[in-house]
Each structure stands twice: as structure tokens, then as C-alpha cells.
């Protein structure tokens, strides 16, 4: 199984909203990752876990807040969020967060705030 | 800064024709290099990744080349077929952060029948 799913596939949510993302593998990897790709843009990256802990990327928002309840399992909680968060969010994973690795993209949770 | 760049941006060529895809990076001090595919609205598919010690890798009727003195890299696709449209990432890791990959652009693809 060389799956990373995403879920929901598509989100609509308002500025006063709460919505979580979610991403699950089971490939038995200890990285995970968050990355928004805007329309016609190169993904960027916002988080990584590595064996459950975070790795924060400095630019990203409190309005943003990751949650890795487990190695398989990684969460985005989204909160109050503004009309240019909209974008496509991809997880990914990777066997250890080394680098120098494969890293495995899921399908993406497209999101749209009004 | 560390930056990747490819080039062209779009790309559209008749069925059957090979073709080469070009990467280049302003800092030569990588780790390695990936090349994506991505279908519209979709994630990233992993194609092939060249380790820093590497020259090229091959996947079937994809062969990545890597040149790390001149900071470039390519991606020949032989014998086209329009299932290979889509935009193609090319991504470098310096090393340091974690999984901090820098992507460029990229190129999109079109096949046409």
C-alpha cells in the first residue's frame, strides 16, 4: 500500500468556521507533511512530523494549528480563516523525514473560504 | 537565495515525439532531485528521484538526467503519449530542514492525439 488519503476531497467554510483536515498512510512512515498550493503555484510547505513531533515552519499562521495523534494520522485544524487561504492543502509522507527521501503525496483537500 | 526554475512553463507537442523537460538550480550544494507529475486538481506523483552522486535515473520511458556543477537537470519523456499530459514539478532538497523541498514552477504538458 503506497496510499496517502485525504479527506474531505473538497471544503467550503466560512471566516468564523472550524474545519479539520485529515491525511492517514500506512506504509508504515514516521514523516508526515503539510503542504498549500495556490492556483498555478509550486507547493509549499507548512509543517512536518517526524516520529510525532513537530518541525514548524515560521511563516505559517496560528490560524493554521497541525495535530499528529499518531504516525499514520495527521491532522489540520483550520479557525478563523481568510478568503486568501484558499487553496489546495497535500499531505505527504516519507520513511523517516531524513530528505533524502521519496516523499508521498496524497490527493489533496481543495478548500475554498468565503 | 535558493531557487529552481523550469523551463519552458508550456509545453504541446503531437503524439509520439520525445522531449526533454529542463530543471536548473541556483545553488549546487544539493542532496537530491525530484521530478513530480501532477494532474490537474490533484497531488504529486513521484517519478524519479536522483541522489546527489547520481548522473541519472530511469523509469521506464522516463530517464532523468542530473548535473550538479551546472546546476541543471532534465527530464526525457520518449515516445509521448497524450496520457502524459500534465504539469510536471521539478523539487530540490538542500538538506538542513526537514523535508523542505523548494519546487519550481513547472512545466505543463499537453499530448495531443
Known amino acids: 500500500d503506497t496510499e496517502v488519503t485525504q479527506t474531505p476531497k473538497h471544503l467550503v467554510m466560512g471566516m468564523t468556521n472550524k474545519k479539520s483536515l485529515k491525511c492517514e498512510q500506512h506504509?508504515?512512515?514516521?514523516?508526515m507533511y503539510w503542504y498549500k498550493q495556490k492556483a498555478k503555484k509550486p507547493p509549499e510547505l507548512m509543517f512536518v512530523y517526524s516520529y510525532e513531533k513537530l518541525s514548524i515552519n515560521e511563516s505559517v499562521p496560528s490560524r493554521f494549528s497541525p495535530e499528529c495523534p499518531n504516525s499514520s494520522l495527521l491532522n489540520l485544524h483550520l479557525h478563523a480563516l481568510q478568503p486568501e487561504d484558499s487553496a489546495l492543502y497535500l499531505c505527504?509522507?516519507?520513511?523517516?523525514?531524513?530528505?533524502?527521501?521519496?516523499?508521498?503525496f496524497g490527493p489533496g483537500t481543495r478548500l475554498l473560504v468565503l | 537565495k535558493q531557487e529552481v526554475t523550469q523551463i519552458p512553463a508550456a509545453l504541446s507537442v503531437p503524439e509520439g515525439e520525445n522531449l526533454v523537460l529542463n530543471c536548473s538550480f541556483t545553488d549546487s550544494a544539493i542532496y537530491n532531485l525530484q521530478w513530480f507529475r501532477q494532474d490537474p486538481g490533484k497531488g504529486l506523483t513521484s517519478l524519479l528521484l536522483?541522489?546527489?552522486?547520481?548522473r541519472e535515473q530511469t523509469s521506464g520511458r522516463l530517464n532523468a538526467s542530473l548535473d550538479k556543477s551546472s546546476g541543471r537537470s532534465t527530464l526525457y519523456i520518449a515516445a509521448s503519449q497524450p496520457g502524459d499530459s500534465a504539469t510536471y514539478l521539478c523539487?530540490?532538497?538542500?538538506?538542513?530542514?526537514?523535508?523542505?523541498?523548494?519546487f519550481g514552477k513547472g512545466t505543463k504538458l499537453s499530448v495531443k492525439p
Open positions: 505527504a509522507s516519507s520513511q523517516s523525514g531524513q530528505g533524502q527521501e521519496t516523499q508521498y
Open positions: 523539487a530540490v532538497y538542500y538538506g538542513g530542514s526537514q523535508g523542505n523541498l523548494i
Open positions: 506504509m508504515g512512515h514516521r514523516a
Open positions: 536522483i541522489q546527489s552522486s547520481q
